[in-house]
């Protein structure tokens, strides 16, 4: 499989990157070349294997589910971009 | 530089709990050593004097009340994807300009309750993605060891910074994270050792994501008996991660030294590359030399899909870096561009804050991930990654322990690989299996190539049997001998 420029330029849409229209040709020359490599998985028999999602073999403890953190809106807020009143600021999105 | 910053961890500890010096005298000088190199090897991307001093200082109190914990008083630098409360925090990358966390990393309030004193952020490819730390938003740190005509070679990636800090004697030890090699890669480019436990051993809360069934944080060292100690210092079951094994620390410390005598050592025939240097092969074959000397069984085993563990990899890992990397949108933290309304927002901020690499692989976990493209990509990588996992079962039923060479050449010149992809990811070939695999490995310097530049052995071993890691590698260790340090210039 390989992509063309227009299916870069849904991808990046789909990522949130705004890509220049003058870089989509250099990205999907790049993107084709890691997608030609990939290919390669195909001539591994995957019939009858189990998808691995996670290499921890042991059952994970589930803990009490608690309030453990919380109560600490300054320092949530202290990295903001922007923020006012005890909240971030955002750009407007609802009209 | 003084020969201070010269011993190792063990015998600076040592020295500090017999107070023949003082962790303050020992902060300053690992301070003034780094400050020093900055502008020569760009290995450093945050500083923060009064905290280091502040620690070294409650060291100190400690250590004259003989109540030194196990690094008491020692200078740990911290690759930047760790969270050090007030300290910036960038992952390297520029969208995470001004980043002063309000919190600490688990691995690192680990070395701080065991006594470390917090030195210095170091650089690394940009959110750990890259083989050469030529990724960073900060440019290229440059290996303390020169290539034969003098030209500046990578100290190799992601954690760049941390394998340059300790092979140039700047610190006693430092952290790093290995997704697909990026602490056994960098180690084997500096001639130190560097270790990759078992997935979940040390955990990853508050270490910034890159692919989180991949991400190991882990220990640079000097000696394979300091990165004992410094990984026994890190790890440990996290209730903030959930991944985190609840599972006891086992003396790691204990192992080095002891006998190897009767283990069944592993050579896998799919780890001699095509176009490998003599060199590498030779030094392997010294190696499995060194440990039939020392009483081992070497076995010829075969790891069949290795070939296929490099392309899944490079599924998964932008898959869930992709994911993981969603959160940067310039809206709690970070850098944020404008734009005419919310979506242009996101797509500035993200297209001025990230690099070239780190946009790929967004754009390639993306599309893996995309309806009708999912079943191809990631579910087939998924099960080619249960494959490499049962190449390496089968063999540890086998063998105790496997030995291969670390990377599939030495350091390389800054800028050789840059413009293709693909051959700097093929760095990663030896090291990215046990990633997938989740197993412990680590890499031990062995010797040097014709051009005097370090070149590394890994060991890995079964999950949760880090114990045997360590004793292979400290009887690697051992019969290399290995003493050489590159000439200072910085």
Known sequence: MSVTADDVRRIARLARIAEPEDRLDTLTGELNGILDWIEMLNEV?????????????????QRVDEVTDGDCRDKVLANAPKSDEGFFVVPKSVE | MSDLLKLSLDEITTKLKAKEISATEVAKEALSACQAAQSALNAFTAFDEDKTLAMAAASDEKLAKGEGSLIEGAPIAIKDLFAVEGVSTTASSHILDGFKPTYESSVSAKLWDNGGV??????????????????????PVNNPWKGANGEMLTPGGSSGGSAAAVAADLCYG?????????????????GT??????????????????????????????????????????????????????????????????SVKGLKIGVPKEYRVDGMPAEIEEAWQKGIDWLKAAGCEIVDITLPHTKYALPAYYIVAPAEASS??????????????DGEDLTAVYENTRAAGFGHEVQRRIMIGT??????????????????RTRILQDFDQAFEKVDAILTPSAPSAAFALGSKSDDPIAMYLNDVFTVTANLAGVPAMSVPAGLDKDGLPLGLQIITRA???????????????????????????
């Not at chain 2, 599309?367 to 080619?384: H, I, P």
């Not at chain 2, 114990?467 to 590698?473: I, L, P």
């Open chain 1, 45 to 61: 028999d995957v019939e009858g294997v189990e998808a691995m999602t996670t290499p921890v073999k042991f059952p994970l403890p």
């Open chain 2, 324 to 337: 993981n990397l969603a959160r940067y949108d310039g809206m709690r933290y970070g850098l944020r561009e």
């Open chain 2, 193 to 258: 050792v560097g270790v990759k436990a078992t997935y979940g051993r040390t955990s990853r809360w508050g270490t910034i994501a890159f692919a989180s069934s991949l991400d190991h944080p882990g220990p640079f060292a000097k000696t394979v008996k300091d990165s004992a100690i410094l990984l026994q210092a890190m790890s440990g079951h996290d209730p903030k991660d959930s991944t985190s094994l609840p599972q006891d620390v086992p003396d790691f410390v204990a192992a080095v030294g002891q």
């Open chain 2, 174 to 190: 430092a952290t790093g994270t290995d997704t697909g090699g990026s602490i056994r890669q960098p180690a084997a480019f500096t």
């Open chain 2, 464 to 490: 949760l049997d880090e114990e045997t890691m360590f004793k292979v590698g400290a009887a690697v260790e051992d019969a290399a001998g290995f003493t050489a340090k590159p000439q200072k210039w910085w």
């Open chain 2, 367 to 384: 599309y893996v991930l995309s309806a009708g493209y999912y079943d191809a990509y990631y579910l087939r990588a998924q099960k080619v």
């Open chain 2, 118 to 139: 917090f030195l210095c952020k170091t650089s690394m490819d940009e959110f750990a993605m890259g083989s050469s730390n030529e990724t960073a938003f900060t440019g």
